[in-house]
Structures are given as C-alpha cells and as structure tokens.
C-alpha cells in the first residue's frame, strides 16, 4: 500500500484503504451544475471559494460549468492553486505582509488577480507591490455588514475606494460577506441577518457612488445564504464553497425555501477496529475530521459519534439499530468540510457510490497547509 494515496485508479470502493477522504463524484457533479444553473437563472457571476476544496481539479470544473473564477483566503493558496493552472483568482481577504503582497503582485503578473483591502495601509502596501512588480489587480473594498471580522463601516469606504483610484488601480466594488449568518438554522434568523447586510452595503455603495466612483460590483454570500443575497437585488456575485461538497454542519441548518438541494458529497471511509459489548471504535479520529463545528454524522447508520481522540472514533447506540461490525466500513460526513479537507493530501473521487462504485481519479489537493 502506497503511503501517499488511499487507493489507485479502478480499485473498487472496497478497495480504499482507511481512514480516507473520498469524494462521491457523481454528487459532486450535481451540486456543481445546481449552483451553477442557480447563478445563470439569475444573472449572477458565480465565483466559488476555493477555501472549501483547495483543488484546482474541483476550481476547474466550477469554471466549465460557468464560474468566472475562484475565491481563496490565502496569498499561498491563490499561489498553489495558479501552479496548478486556475487563472482567474480572487483573495476575498485582507493581506497586510509585504512579503505576501510582493508575491501576489508577482502572481498578477500571470493571472488574473482580485484583492480586498479594508485600510488605508493595505491600499498603499499593494500598490507599492504591485508597481514594483509592473502588474495589476482588481481591489474590493471591504464593508463589515455584520460579522464583526474584516471590513469598514459603510461610511468609510469611499476614502477607500478614493485611495485605490488615486493609485491608479481598478476599484471593482464591495465585497459585503457576512459568514455568520451561514449557519443561523432557520431561514428567519439568516433572513433577517442578510436583511442588515443588504442595508449596510446598500449605504457603502450610495457613498461611494454619490463620490462619482462607479461601483461595478457586490460580491458576497455563503451556501448558507445565497438565496438572499441573490433576491437582494444588490449583490451582482456569489461566493459560495461549501455547497459542492455539504457538511454536516450545513446540512443542519434548517433548509432556505425554494433553495437548490445540494447532497453530501465528501466522505470519510473508516472502518471499525475494535468491538467493545455495548460500542465499537472506527480507525478515524479528529486528525482525518474537523471537529470545530461539532463531530461527524455516521451516514446511513443510526448511531451515535462519540470523539474517541486523535486516531479513533467511538460508535454507540442510539435506539435500536445495531452497530457495524468488527471490519465493517463505515461512512463518516465531516461536521465541517474546509478544515477537514486541510488534513489530507488527496481525494480518492469515486463514480458510482459508495457501494458498488470503483476510484475514478485520486485528486491532489494543491493548497492543503496554504495557510500564510
Ligand atoms: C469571504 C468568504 N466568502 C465566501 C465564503 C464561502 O462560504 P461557504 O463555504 O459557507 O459557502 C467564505 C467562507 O468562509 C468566506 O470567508
């Protein structure tokens, strides 16, 4: 057995050797075509994160089904994910190093390259880089509407977008994202949250405009809330990343009315190592799953995860179902893809389920560890 991969091309499911981070692709599929017919029946640009799947294999197949390109949070994972040949790439964060600035301005010398700043130093600290490096980027202008993480005020951001003129940069618009509102579980409380969000961007680009700076552009939004900003009427991008593979976490928000479904598409195989009398213990623990959003839904059982530690997972009743058996696989969905994802070097991509079906491809994941 490879110490790299899980499997190879054409082993069957079976085959796939645990703990390992497998991709259900015929599922995959369907969430990527539902986004993007989402974002086409509504005149949306859809430009995916590619925090969630850090793969250019998966940035790819975003922008064949019409994506303009890629969201990354990271100088490093724009870099990795550039490499490896995506060519339109957005940082929808800030980035105040200048050793990370000079990289990215060298990187928008051989793709297309987005930035958000929310101060006056970062404007400056770009330019500077970017004039240095003779290249170019498109700048968003960060509001804060509503998270209480990056961003100004709604007032603030004319001086911004000011600034970003005065250096002869192209000032693409507001990023208006509000990341807490994803996982608010009903749609009334996210309704109400993406209601203030839509105000407060709303302001920022009545100030910018009436400055007489074009505002071509508001981007945002999450799986939990597209929706919304969608209707809004304001928002002319979304954003979302989870929706290509739904987490746990994601699938416990109560579901937006008439939102496309999106299905799990992101696994872990396990399989059970030990059997006690009244529990058993699968081989993955929380060095193969993010457990920040809570543990994984055993799926297709119902049983009950119990955090076992680094390496294990414990399984106990909940009613009446039995357990799996000593040597039975067992399914796990992340409580939360992004930081699951940043554990494993590969995806092992399965065609035809995760019973009868067989590895089609074993995906690197080229920014895992992107974390500067
Ligand atoms: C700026 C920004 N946009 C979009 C997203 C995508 O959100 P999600 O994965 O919840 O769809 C995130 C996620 O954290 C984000 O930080």
């Known amino acids: 057995m490879s110490i790299a991969a899980a499997a190879r091309v054409g082993d ?13 692709l015929d599922a995959l599929e369907r969430n990527l075509s539902r986004m993007a017919e989402f974002a086409r029946m509504h005149g949306m640009r859809l430009r995916p994160h ?6 250019a294999e998966i940035a790819r197949r975003q922008v064949a089904a019409g994506a303009v390109g890629v969201c990354v949070q990271k100088a490093s994972e724009a870099i990795a994910l550039a490499e490896a040949g995506v060519g339109d790439i957005y940082v929808s964060n800030e980035v105040i190093d200048e050793a990370k600035l000079h990289d990215l301005a060298a990187l928008a010398g051989r793709v297309k390259l987005s930035i958000a700043v ?39 951001a004319v001086a911004l977008a000011h600034q970003v003129v005065s250096h002869g940069l192209r000032f693409a618009g507001l990023q208006a994202y509000h990341g807490r509102a994803q996982h608010l579980r009903t749609p009334a409380e996210r309704e109400s949250a993406i209601r203030h969000a839509v105000s407060l961007a709303r302001a920022a680009q009545a100030s910018v405009t009436s400055a007489g700076i074009a505002c071509p552009l508001v981007t945002g939004a999450g799986t939990g809330t597209f929706v919304l900003e969608a209707a809004s009427g304001l928002y002319g991008e979304l954003q979302a990343g989870s929706y290509v593979f739904m987490d746990r976490d994601y699938a416990d928000n109560h579901a937006t009315p008439h939102a496309p479904v999106f299905e799990h598409a992101l696994f872990l195989k396990s399989q059970v190592m030990s059997a006690g009398s009244s529990h058993v213990v699968v081989d993955a623990g929380h060095k193969s799953h993010a457990i920040d959003s809570g543990l994984p839904r055993v799926h297709g059982h119902d049983v009950e995860f119990v955090n076992g530690g680094d390496e294990h997972g414990i399984l106990r009743k909940r009613g009446g179902a039995p357990l799996p058996a000593l ?38 994941i080229e920014a895992r560890g992107c974390i500067r």
């Open 12 to 24: 069957p499911v079976a085959a796939i050797a645990t703990p390992a981070l497998v991709v259900d």
């Open 118 to 156: 929310d101060s006056a130093l970062g404007v400056d600290r770009l330019a500077e880089a970017l004039k240095a490096a003779g290249s170019t980027a498109d700048v968003y202008v960060e509001v804060d509407v509503g998270h209480g993480r990056c961003g100004v005020a709604p007032a603030a």
């Open 327 to 364: 040597g039975d696989t067992v399914w796990l969905i992340p409580g939360h893809c992004d930081p699951t994802v940043n554990l494993h070097e590969h995806y092992i991509v399965v065609r035809g389920g995760l019973e009868a079906g067989r590895v089609e491809a074993v995906w690197p």
């Open 50 to 55: 590619a925090k969630t799947h850090k793969c």
